[in-house]
């Protein structure tokens, strides 16, 4: 069941970055900024958490996702240490990602040659 | 000579030969590629629930860092902007997109160098999604501190 919920809901926030694309006349940055906004802003309601655990991956993957995890790394360090814990948790859960995103891009475009 | 072709007219005319998007087609392949790029993605993270011992909390970050890797090689090869050429959103939106875009970015300006080329131009298309990530995490953090902070 994890993984139907998985692929209705992860499918349905594609149909609606779809529907930006194909409806409006915003680039692709634009739209995938909107969805890491609504992550963060979503997660600021506590809502993104109850959607993890209903959508497992379907919630995960998506792109808004990036926002919650920003936040979420905000919020745990502010009960430590206030207002300077924005700062120094808002890359904390997303370090992985962003890092491997790096590290992986510069392995492949050293390796790869560019085509197309 | 027809009045469609008349040159006064030219906006109508060229509005009867421009492709119209097909908007049910292209959310039915988003749909399908995005929900099927979250099943691997919830597949690996029972992987590492199970196998490894990860808590189903914390398997979220090596789960995408899976699938950012994946994306990488893909992109490397090609075959992930073909995916996204079929797919538009769907294969934008879940994480591999953004991993998609920092690497086809990367690849791209190669021939200017390590530095100036690779570097320099990795994050022209990510960019955007981080500034407004941590800009908005950042004013919703804030808005919450005190919240909690007042009550």
């Known amino acids: ?116 | 000579m027809s009045k469609q072709f008349h040159p006064n007219n030219y906006k109508d005319t060229a509005k009867t030969y421009q492709p119209r998007p097909n908007v049910f087609l292209n959310c039915l392949k988003a749909f399908f590629v995005g929900g099927l790029i979250c099943v691997i993605g919830q597949g690996l993270i029972q992987l590492y629930s199970t196998v490894f011992d990860f808590t189903e909390k914390e398997a979220g970050n090596p789960t995408l860092t899976t699938l950012i890797l994946i994306s990488a090689i893909l992109t490397g090869f090609g075959v992930y902007d073909k995916l996204g050429q079929f797919a538009g959103a769907g294969s934008a939106v879940p994480v591999t997109g953004f991993a998609n875009t920092i690497t086809s970015a990367a690849l791209e300006h190669k021939s200017e160098g390590l530095v100036l080329g690779v570097a320099s131009n990795m994050f022209k298309l990510a960019g955007p999604v981080i500034v407004f990530g941590v800009v908005s995490a950042y004013i919703v953090g804030v808005i919450r501190y005190l919240i909690q902070q007042l009550m």
């Open chain 1, 1 to 116: 069941m994890d993984y139907v919920w998985a692929f209705v809901i992860g499918g349905g926030i594609c149909v609606i970055g779809q529907l930006l694309f194909d409806l409006t006349k915003l680039t692709p940055g634009h739209i995938m900024s909107m969805f890491v906004v609504t992550g963060a802003v979503l997660d600021g309601f506590d809502l993104y958490d109850q959607f993890i655990q209903f959508a497992g991956a379907g919630a995960i993957v998506p792109i808004t996702s990036f926002g919650h995890s920003l936040l979420h790394g905000a919020m745990t360090q502010a009960e430590e240490h206030g207002f300077l814990g924005i700062a120094i948790g808002i890359f904390q859960m997303t370090s992985a990602g962003i890092a491997s995103a790096i590290l992986f891009g510069f392995i492949v475009a050293v390796i790869f040659k560019p085509r197309g």
